[in-house]
C-alpha cells in the first residue's frame, strides 16, 4: 500500500502548468532517428486553470490522500529513513540542480525520474512548487496491470513515490513533501548505472551549446575580434564539453590476456582491439573457431544486437548472431564498444569481416541507430541492411505513448501491416497515408523519418532478400532478451568476456541436445502417408519440418486455387488462403523433368522452405517429392556435413594458396570438432589423418622420381 502523506494543493493565487514529463521510457537508448540537441529541448507545453487572484504567498497545504489503482498490497521497496532525511528540507539554488538531487537520490535507490507538474503565482513566471515522479508514475488509460508489468522498467504501474520542491522569494529550492514508497522492483545496485535519468545529459547538453555559441568559442573558431573582449569560461565549464571515458589500463590488459589464453587453446581463435588517438585499448572483438566454422555453414544472415550495456563503462556489449538449422541462436563473434561513433562501428565491421575471411553476410539486422547505418554502407555495400522490427516495435510505445495510441487496435493493425503485411509498395503507401490520415499524425516527425527509412524495414520491399525468417514471430520471441543469460553485467571486462563465452557454450549444448533429439526420434507426419511430407521428415531438422509442415497443411487443406494451362507442362494458379481475406497469389510452375515452381509470395527466396500456394499447385499435378533445388542445405539435416568438399576448393581454385591453406585448416578444425569426446572417433581420424600423409608421401616420391628421369634425359 503507498503511503500518503500531506501534499500541497494550488490555491487560488496560483496557476498551473504541465511540463513534458521526462523518463526512462519517454525516449529508446538506442534510437537511429537521432535528434540534435537543439531538437531536444522542446518547449514546455502550458495549460491553465481557472484561478483567483490574490497574494503571492506559497500555498496552504492540505491532506491529499493518495489513490490505490493495480498495486500490490505491500510496497516492494521503502528507503530507509535515513534516506529520506537526506532528501527532506534538502535546499539547491535552481531548477536544475533540484532535478539532478533527485535523480541522484533515484539512481541511489534503483529507480529513473520524470518532470512532473509545477505551479506558478498568478501573474508572473515564477515557480512557487515544482514535483517530479518516479518514471513509472501514472499507467495508460485502459491498461490492467500484470504481476510482469510491475517489473518491466518501460511499464507505468501508477507509481506514487513523488518529491515536492517549493521556491521560497529567493529563489532557493527546497524540499518540502515526498512519497517514498514504490509499488515495484527497484533496479539493482549493480545495474544502476543503466538507469535513464541517471545517464541523462539534458542540462550538460545544454550547457553544452551554451558554451559553444559563446564568444570565446567563436574566438577560437574565427579568430579573436577586437570589438568586444572574450571573457574564458572556467576551467570546468571546459571539461563539461568533452568527458571522455578510458577504460583503466590494467582492466584491458586482463581482456587481453583472457584473448590470448584462448588463443593458446585454440588454434582458429581470433581477437582485435582498436586503440584510441592516446594509443588506449578502447574497442575489443573475438571470436573462437567454431564460429568460424558455423559462420561456414549459416553466415547467410546475421544480427546484429547493441541493446546490452556492460560494466562502470558502459560499454556496449554487440554480438554478431546467427540461426542454424534448428532455427536456434548461435554466436558469430562479440564486441566490447566504448562508444557508437561511425568509427568504431567501422572497425568492428572490418574485423568482423577479416575474421571471416572477407565473407560478408547476405543480410544484416540491427537497430536504428544512424552511425552504424553508415559504417554498414562503407564496410558491408553489398550486404542488405535490414532493421530488426522487434526494434521498431519497442520504440513505438514511447515515441507514441503520450497520444494515448497505445489502446487502439485499430492503429497497431494498420502499423503492422505497414511492417510485413502489405505485398507491394504501392499497398504499403495507401495502408501508411491511411494511417496518419485516420489518427492525426502527418506531422509526427518519429514516424516521418521511419518512413524515409521504409526500405530497410518493410517486408514487402524486401522479397528479394534472403532473410532466413529472422521477422517470423516464432523467431522474434527467440531473440527477446537473447542475452539475458550473461549475468555478470556490472563486473570487470574479463569477466564480462567470460560470461558471453559462458553464453555461447550453452546455445551450443542446446544445439548439441538438438541434434542428439533428431537422431534418435524419428519425426512423425500429420499425415502418415504422404511422400511429400516423408521425403520433407528425411531432409529437414524437426523444428524446420514443422515449419515446413505446417505450410504443406495450409496449402492442401485451407487454399482455393484456379488452374490455368499454358501449353505443355506450364501452369498458372491463383492460390487463396481460407480465412485470410481476399488476398491471391500467383504459382507458375513447370511439372517437366526438372520440376520448378515459383509464387509471388517470395517465401521460398527469402525463408528458403516452399510456401503453401506452391505445395497446393503441385499437390494438384501430382507432384509427390520436393524437387531437389528446393531443399536449401541449411535447413537439412546435414547443414554440417561435407561443406569442405574437394568441389568447393576447386570452385575457388583462382584464390590462391592462402585461401587454399585456410580452407584445408577449417576442415581439419571442423574433423577435430566433430571427434572430440569419443576415443573410437579420434582414433579413426588419426587413421585417416596418417593414410593421408602416407599418400602424400608417396605421391612426393613418385613426383620427384619423374623430376630425376627427366633431368637425366
Known amino acids: 500500500m503507498t503511503k500518503a502523506i500531506d501534499i500541497e494543493e494550488p490555491t487560488g493565487n496560483q496557476m498551473i502548468i504541465e511540463e513534458e514529463r521526462n523518463g526512462e521510457d519517454n525516449q529508446p537508448a538506442e534510437d537511429a532517428i537521432e535528434e540534435t540537441a537543439q531538437e531536444a529541448e522542446r518547449d514546455e507545453s502550458t495549460s491553465q486553470d481557472t484561478a483567483e487572484k490574490g497574494n503571492e504567498t506559497p500555498p496552504r497545504e492540505e491532506a491529499i490522500p493518495i489513490e490505490q489503482k493495480d498495486e500490490p498490497a505491500t510496497p516492494i521497496h521503502a528507503p530507509k529513513e535515513s534516506d529520506e532525511n537526506d532528501m527532506m528540507n534538502k535546499l539547491v539554488k535552481s531548477e536544475e540542480e533540484a532535478h539532478r538531487l533527485y535523480c541522484e537520490y533515484g539512481h541511489k535507490m534503483g529507480f529513473s525520474v520524470r518532470k512532473g507538474k509545477q505551479y506558478y503565482y498568478v501573474g508572473t513566471k515564477n515557480i512557487c512548487t515544482k514535483d517530479y515522479y518516479c518514471s513509472k508514475e501514472g499507467v495508460r488509460d485502459g491498461d490492467k496491470l500484470t504481476e510482469a508489468d510491475y517489473k518491466d522498467p518501460h511499464t507505468r504501474t501508477n507509481c506514487k513515490a513523488m518529491v515536492r520542491f517549493r521556491v521560497d522569494e529567493e529563489g532557493n529550492w527546497r524540499v518540502v513533501h515526498m512519497v517514498k514508497e514504490h509499488n515495484h522492483p527497484l533496479v539493482k545496485p549493480e545495474e544502476r548505472h543503466l538507469l535513464r535519468s541517471a545517464r541523462s545529459h539534458t542540462a550538460g547538453r545544454q550547457r553544452l551549446i551554451d558554451l559553444m555559441t559563446s564568444p570565446f568559442f567563436q574566438a577560437i ?119 557508437d561513433k561511425v568509427e568504431s562501428f ?49 520504440n513505438l510505445m514511447p515515441r507514441l505513448g503520450s497520444l494515448n495510441l497505445n489502446d487502439s487496435k485499430s492503429f497497431h493493425k494498420m502499423f503492422n501491416k505497414c511492417l510485413h503485411g502489405c505485398d507491394s509498395e504501392a499497398e504499403l503507401e495507401e495502408t501508411w497515408s491511411t494511417m496518419l490520415k485516420e489518427f492525426k499524425l502527418q506531422d509526427h516527425k518519429w514516424l516521418n523519418n521511419l518512413y524515409k527509412m ?41 569477466k564480462c568476456v567470460l560470461s558471453v563465452d559462458k553464453l555461447t557454450d550453452d546455445w551450443r549444448e542446446k544445439e548439441y541436445e538438438e541434434d542428439l533429439h533428431n537422431a534418435q526420434k524419428p519425426i512423425v507426419c500429420a499425415i502418415r502417408h504422404s511422400d511429400v511430407l516423408n521425403h520433407a521428415a528425411k531432409e529437414y531438422t524437426y523444428k524446420i519440418y514443422k515449419l515446413f509442415e505446417l505450410e504443406f497443411l495450409d496449402g492442401c487443406g485451407a487454399t482455393f486455387f484456379k488452374e490455368t494451362p499454358l501449353g505443355g507442362t506450364l501452369y498458372r494458379f491463383e492460390c487463396t488462403n481460407q480465412g485470410r481475406g481476399s488476398k491471391s497469389y500467383t504459382v507458375m510452375l513447370d511439372i517437366s523433368e526438372l520440376v520448378e515452381v515459383s509464387c509471388d509470395c517470395k517465401k521460398f527466396e527469402t525463408m528458403g522452405i516452399l510456401c503453401s500456394h506452391s505445395l497446393k499447385a503441385m499437390s494438384v499435378k501430382n507432384v509427390r517429392h520436393i524437387p531437389q533445388r528446393y531443399i536449401i542445405k541449411r535447413w537439412s539435416k546435414s ?64 613426383t620427384n622420381l619423374q623430376a630425376h628421369s627427366l633431368a637425366i634425359r
Request: net charge negative.
Open 454 to 494: 521504409r526500405a530497410k524495414w518493410c517486408t514487402a520491399l524486401n522479397k528479394d532478400a534472403y532473410d532466413g525468417g529472422i521477422e517470423w514471430d516464432q523467431r522474434t520471441e527467440t531473440m527477446n532478451n537473447v542475452l539475458d543469460g550473461i549475468t555478470d553485467k556490472a563486473g570487470p571486462l574479463e
Open 639 to 702: 547443414a554440417r556435413k561435407r561443406n569442405y568438399s574437394q568441389m568447393l576448393f576447386e570452385e575457388s581454385e583462382g584464390e590462391g594458396e592462402v585461401a587454399y591453406a585456410s580452407k584445408v585448416m577449417r576442415y581439419a578444425y571442423d574433423l577435430v570438432l566433430k571427434s572430440q569426446g569419443h576415443a573410437e572417433l579420434r582414433d579413426q581420424l588419426w587413421t585417416a589423418l596418417e593414410g593421408g600423409e602416407q599418400a602424400l608421401e608417396k605421391f612426393g616420391e613418385i
Open 221 to 339: 573558431n574565427y579568430g579573436s575580434s577586437p570589438s568586444y573582449s572574450v571573457q574564458q569560461p572556467t576551467q570546468q565549464e571546459v571539461k563539461q564539453i568533452v568527458k571522455p571515458v578510458f577504460i583503466e589500463g590494467s582492466e584491458s590488459q586482463s581482456v587481453v590476456n583472457v584473448f590470448k589464453t584462448k588463443a593458446n587453446e585454440d588454434g582458429m581463435f581470433f581477437w582485435d582491439v582498436q586503440l584510441d588517438q592516446g594509443g588506449r585499448m578502447c574497442n575489443f572483438f573475438w571470436r573462437d573457431g567454431r564460429s568460424r566454422i558455423d559462420y561456414d555453414s549459416f553466415g547467410d544472415v546475421v544480427v546484429f544486437d547493441t541493446s546490452l550495456r556492460l560494466n562502470k563503462y558502459n560499454m556496449i556489449c554487440a554480438p554478431f548472431i546467427g540461426v542454424n538449422h534448428h532455427w536456434q541462436n548461435i554466436m558469430f563473434g562479440c564486441a566490447l564498444l566504448l562508444d
Open 346 to 394: 567501422a572497425w568492428l565491421f572490418r574485423s568482423f569481416l577479416e575474421s571471416m575471411g572477407g565473407r560478408a553476410p547476405k543480410s544484416i539486422f540491427t537497430d536504428q541507430n544512424l552511425n552504424m547505418g553508415k559504417a554498414i554502407e562503407e564496410v558491408l555495400p553489398n550486404t542488405r541492411h535490414r532493421i530488426y522490427q522487434r526494434y521498431i516495435h519497442k
